[in-house]
């Protein structure tokens, strides 16, 4: 069973727009939730890490929040650029140690057009 | 600065060939090593950890093995390939738990 669901699957929007993508989980325990970024056929770039419940980040024109009581999170992008094309993967991990394990989402597919 | 290197960065193998993988992290002493596979089109899954020399734990098997011969170095192998290991392979680091993550640029590998 998928334990961490992204929507949408895909994304189309042209250069300057902003974007908003969703991440929902049923990971227990949630230790904390990650957002990376990955070019087609390249390795994860981390983006941002949330830990805590109502957590905000913000990371350049990359922003999101955690909220941990309704197991939610969401990566806002603004002002897109042509080099956003990418796939944006949620991460929870369900420990804070080496021990836990990383739970992927299957990502979300955004394409920035000119 | 840290850096994490991966080889090779694809490979064209034939079933039931052996497989080895590489992933050396330099400037870091002691990191938790990681791999993860994806499959074409897939989830990335988390395969095996490290957090020191000599001991690997596995989370999926896959008929993969890992070793950690020394502090910076992670190998992933098999001794014989099945067309269900074709994906990419990542690496991965961390120094402490919520840290950031460092990703490999990863292997792509197709068996055929």
């Known amino acids: 069973k998928t334990q961490v669901e992204q929507s949408p699957q895909s994304l189309v929007v042209r250069q300057g727009e902003n974007c908003v993508l969703q991440c929902n989980y049923s990971v227990t325990p949630d230790n904390h939730l990650r957002w990376f970024k990955q070019d087609t056929g390249k390795g994860l770039v981390s983006l941002t890490v949330?830990?805590?419940?109502?957590d905000k980040t913000s990371n350049g024109r990359y922003s999101a929040t955690l909220d941990k009581d309704a197991k939610h999170s969401t990566l806002h992008i603004t002002a897109t650029l042509l080099d956003d094309t990418a796939t944006y993967i949620c991460?929870?991990?369900?420990?804070?140690?080496?021990?836990?394990?990383?739970?992927f989402g299957a990502g979300t597919q955004l394409i920035v057009i000119p | 600065a840290q850096t994490i290197h991966q080889w090779p960065v694809a490979e064209i193998k034939a079933v039931g060939s052996p497989l080895s993988l590489g992933c050396t992290i330099k400037?870091?002493?002691?990191?938790?090593l990681y791999w993860y596979w994806q499959a074409t089109g897939g989830t990335l899954q988390q395969l095996f950890y490290?957090?020191?020399?000599?001991?690997v734990e596995s989370v999926v098997q896959l008929n993969l093995s890992a070793s950690r011969p020394k502090d910076d170095q992670f190998i992933l192998s098999t001794e014989k390939l099945l067309l269900s290991h074709s994906g990419f392979y990542l690496c991965?680091?961390?120094?402490?738990?919520?840290?950031?993550?460092?990703f490999g640029s990863g292997t792509r590998l197709l068996v055929i």
């Open positions: 400037g870091k002493s002691s990191p938790n």
């Open positions: 991460v929870v991990g369900d420990r804070g140690s080496a021990l836990g394990r990383l739970h």
């Open positions: 949330l830990v805590h419940e109502n």
């Open positions: 490290s957090i020191t020399v000599g001991q």
């Open positions: 991965a680091w961390t120094a402490l738990p919520n840290s950031d993550y460092t």
